[in-house]
């Protein structure tokens, strides 16, 4: 599972007429930034303190709090507002509670301005307000693609020519070198052309592009060894502008003034790339559709055995904690807070239905969709078979409504299904078809399956492929609900979308979409100062 963050964030905060709790003097009040990570069943931590103000009670903290950014998790915030009696601890014991404010860090960073106001209550009474702002922190987002090629080498092998390959290191402040990128190695070559590589400028040289670089060439021997061959000294910059073909150095040789060689350069081209988050920021809205098995064979959902069975005690069956898991997570990038919701493999009136909403106009929200799947089993009957094409068609056609540079949104199709499919010929066609289109599928598999086919669809080491057709990029992730059975809930919706950034910016880059410019701050509206 992939646990790398989508971006580093940097909140910095505000308040407005906070209470003077002091009695001689106004507040001294400092923030200190809480968080949670749910999918792993954790309790609030301390994420970062501002600097505590002197005799202000509406003060602007010049301190930015840092912290991971993931699209595929909860990450609920607590922001505590307390005035600052005595500097000399750190325990917050020790101070004045003036009170919180709770959100979520992608509430903050999809409001407009990436900037939200909200009340700082102490026991439901409102003493001031909290204004967050966010923003990424920007490395230069850019890429250096090289393509390289080296000619006359010196020929190492008895028997052979030389097994080339290139080292690339960057210097760093203290002297040292440090390994950031190797290319592949040819076979027996004194002339040899590597393929085209891409590196960010971030890893290469720090964001320096006057940094030294050093690139090493060796030749490879089938022992694991290597033999040196040469070196140069250069920096991004010179990459980019100068001269296309350098000396590698050899300083142990005697003959030809050291040279071994002649490294060129093909091609060399600086890229600026983006990130998920820029989207985001943009005004993209990332929207779900579910699609939910009603099929026979989850059981009778009066039995207490059946998947589908609704506990009188409250407790949620799997089909409810995977909606609810994925459902809050999506909540805050749509802002209609509309859910297409489907159902497929239900009888009724004498038919079987593929593809039939729950709701015509769509669910409004995690709550309405909840009951609306409660509400569909009462009113239905479980039968089959499980076939995927019709709801998959469905999402691809909602998905194809946004295309624009200026217009730009993506669709997460969930389907929860507790059985093998039975047209997955037709599934797979419908995936390829959908492939170009900006979609995400996500199946979740619940009960006690062999789900072993889905893995078919789940294409993360190869793309998928039928009649002479394949995907244009990998657009489903599947995931069995009982690898998650002893964990939070949120621990599956972290696992369920960690793909998905990944494949956003493939569809965008596909396309050529640049992020939109951020969207205006909504000012917030003064509150009026406590009573006294």
Known sequence: MNTTPTARVGLSFSCRNLPKLDVQSKSDPMIVLFSKRPHIGGDWYEVGRTEMILDNQDPDFATHIVLDYFFEEMQPLRVVVVDVDNPKTTDLKKQDYIGSYETRLADVMVASGQQLTGPVKLNN???????????????????????????????KDFFGKSDPFLTFYRGRENGQWEVVHKTEIIKQDLNPVWKPFSISVTKLCNGDIYRPIMIECHDWDSDGSTDFIGRLQTSANELLTGARSTALRNESKKKNGGISGVLKILNSQLTQEYSFLDYLVGGCEVSLITAIDFTASNGDPSNATSLHYISPNGELNQYQKALLAVGNILAPYDSDGIIPTFGFGARWGGNVHHCFPLVPQGCNGVSHLLESYNTTLRNVSLYGPTIFQQVIKTAAAHAAQSQAQTDQKYTILLIITDGVITDMDNTIDEIISASSLPLSIIIVGVGNADFTDMNRLDSDDKLLKRNGRQAVRDIVQFVPFRDFVNQPYEALAKHTLAEVPGQFMAFMKSRGFVPNPPRPPVQPQPTAPPQP
Do not use: P
């Open 125 to 155: 009474a409102t003493r001031g307000s909290v204004t967050i702002r966010g923003e990424e922190l920007v490395d230069l987002k850019q890429t250096l693609n090289l393509h390289l090629a080296a000619e006359n080498l010196d020929k």
